[in-house]
């Protein structure tokens, strides 16, 4: 070895211990930092000097991994979309253990005619079939009030996803431009890309993405479904948020929003081209989830209307008077059914708040004067009302055939089963998430590992700058010799 390649071997090897040491530290500083990826610095053999070359910073990162944690971890998150609604749902409808439950309310109220059929002329006992009447109402509009609210959150949410969304994209754009222009003057942009890494995983979260390379370090983003976020230029998402939905309001009848990009409407559907994410599985519980469990909601509801304004049960009913429980203080129209658990009222005549003419639960709802005390016939037609089989269909419960009680009982189970199978799925999702993401921790920066390399770092910085002072030395030897 001649001296020349000698020296270029030691001021190489010099350099790139420097870098090398350099990488490491900045791998050590940022060991606990989220989104950070750990670097490595790419050496090669110099064919024309001798020594070593370095040909940049590389970050430790594998894009199928990278995809599969992205994947996991948008389920995880969708799923939690609806084990939240439906956790929520459940605890509005009430639980078998649940002493104020829409069941529990019934029953009491079945109870209470009972006590009133054995002394129909107790007007203490008159009050508090009045009271058990108000609380199976408040249990069914308190339910139905949650779940409008839970619709109302559901569109909020989705307004401030799509605010992100926007955002998220256009910073994007700009890292790419950014990284394009690092590139070409030769720095590096390891951190631009970590950075554009935590805004796409926010992305996917909310939207699932197939990210393309493009030239000169740029990236694009399509929806699974073939959908452009981000190519070249961000997409603009558009949609129109509503404060105020009532029960009849869908994306169907056109009352409320969807979604365009770029101007052009997209298919929200959980099987349109955007699925995957918590925007879609906010839409699905706005336009889908929501009313079907206003529609089991608004049947039993209906039900409980029903079999107290039948005129057979009760001679002075007129075929358009409200019964004990009305469509917001007056006759219930069939026909008329969405949002009627919402208008749920107890009749005036006998509620405590209102008239408070309990005597008519006895004496006919219509009746002129107060009957005979002793007369219990009318009460006990109430309660056969309400262990009388009838014939409800809802999307989700089908079509089924039972007394009040039982029905309550279906629309409890359906809510429960719900929230224990998306619990279920829930668990599964979260352990999936759970093991990509620790398979993509371990890309991350070993601090032992690191550390061993600062040693060997240490060790070949010492050969070198040894090697420089022999070759020195020889200098000096043969300057000395002439």
């Known amino acids: 070895m001649s001296i020349t390649s000698a020296l270029n071997s030691a001021m190489s090897g010099l350099t790139a211990n420097a870098r090398l040491s350099q990488v490491t530290s900045e791998n050590l500083a940022n060991a606990l930092t989220p989104g950070y990826s750990a670097q490595m610095l790419n050496l090669s053999t110099s064919a024309n000097t001798g020594g070593v070359s370095v040909d940049g910073i590389q970050r430790r990162v594998d894009p199928a991994l990278q995809s599969s944690a992205r994947q996991a971890e948008a389920e995880y998150l969708k799923t939690q979309v609806y084990a939240d609604f439906y956790s929520v749902m459940s605890g509005l409808v009430g639980t078998v253990d649940d002493e104020t439950s829409i069941t529990a309310q019934i029953s009491n109220f079945d109870a209470a005619l009972v006590e009133a059929i054995?002394?129909?002329?107790?007007?203490?006992?008159?009050?508090?079939?009045?009271?058990?009447?108000?609380?199976?109402?408040?249990?069914?509009?308190n339910a139905a009030d949650g779940l409008n609210k839970q619709r109302v959150a559901a569109d909020t949410s989705i307004d401030?996803?799509?605010?992100?969304?926007?955002?998220?994209?256009?910073?994007?754009?700009?890292?790419?431009?950014?990284?394009?222009?690092?590139?070409?003057?030769?720095?590096?942009?390891?951190?631009?890309?970590?950075?554009?890494?935590?805004?796409?995983?926010?992305?996917?979260?909310?939207?699932?993405?197939?990210?393309?390379?493009?030239?000169?370090?740029?990236?694009?983003?399509?929806?699974?479904?073939?959908?452009?976020?981000?190519?070249?230029?961000?997409?603009?998402?558009?949609?129109?948020?509503?404060?105020?939905?009532?029960?009849?309001?869908?994306?169907?009848?056109?009352?409320?929003?969807?979604?365009?990009?770029?101007?052009?409407?997209?298919?929200?559907?959980?099987?349109?081209?955007?699925?995957?994410?918590?925007?879609?599985?906010?839409?699905?519980?706005r336009d889908n989830a929501a009313v079907e469990a206003q529609n089991d909601l608004d049947a039993l509801a209906a039900d409980l209307i029903e079999r107290f304004q039948d005129p057979a049960l009760d001679a002075t009913i007129g075929v358009t008077d409200a019964g004990i429980f009305t469509d917001d203080g007056g006759f219930y129209d069939p026909t008329d059914i969405v949002g009627i658990s919402a208008r749920l009222e107890l009749n005036d005549l006998v509620a405590m708040d209102g008239q408070a003419e309990t005597w008519r639960f006895r004496d006919g709802l219509y009746a002129a004067a107060p009957g005979d005390p002793g007369?219990?016939?009318?009460?006990?037609?109430?309660?056969?009302?309400?262990?009388?089989?009838?014939?409800?269909?809802?999307?989700?419960?089908?079509?089924?055939?039972?007394?009040?009680?039982?029905?309550?009982?279906?629309?409890?189970?359906?809510?429960?089963?719900?929230?224990?199978?998306?619990?279920?799925?829930l668990s599964f999702t979260a352990t999936s998430y759970t093991e990509m993401a620790q398979a993509e921790l371990a890309l991350g920066v070993d601090s032992d590992g690191e550390l061993q390399n600062l040693m060997v770092i240490e060790n070949a910085y010492a050969a070198?700058?040894?090697?420089?002072?022999?070759?020195?030395?020889?200098?000096?030897?043969?300057?000395?010799?002439?």
Do not use: C, W
């Open 118 to 141: 054995s002394r129909p002329d107790s007007t203490e006992r008159l009050h508090d079939l009045a009271v058990q009447a108000d609380l199976v109402v408040q249990s069914i509009t």
């Open 160 to 285: 401030v996803q799509v605010d992100n969304l926007n955002d998220q994209l256009k910073e994007i754009e700009k890292l790419n431009a950014r990284i394009v222009v690092s590139q070409a003057a030769g720095t590096s942009t390891t951190a631009m890309e970590d950075q554009r890494d935590l805004l796409i995983d926010s992305v996917n979260a909310m939207i699932p993405v197939n990210v393309v390379q493009r030239d000169q370090g740029r990236v694009a983003l399509y929806s699974v479904g073939g959908v452009a976020l981000l190519d070249g230029k961000a997409s603009e998402i558009t949609f129109d948020a509503n404060r105020n939905i009532e029960p009849h309001m869908t994306l169907d009848n056109g009352l409320l929003s969807g979604l365009e990009i770029n101007g052009k409407a997209i298919d929200t559907s959980s099987t349109g081209p955007l699925r995957g994410g918590t925007l879609v599985a906010q839409f699905d519980i």
């Open 375 to 425: 007369d219990g016939s009318q009460l006990i037609a109430y309660a056969d009302a309400i262990s009388e089989n009838r014939t409800v269909s809802t999307i989700k419960l089908g079509t089924i055939s039972s007394d009040l009680t039982t029905l309550s009982a279906s629309v409890m189970s359906r809510f429960a089963r719900d929230s224990d199978s998306t619990n279920n799925t």
């Open 464 to 482: 070198n700058a040894k090697m420089l002072a022999a070759v020195d030395e020889m200098l000096q030897t043969l300057l000395g010799i002439t």
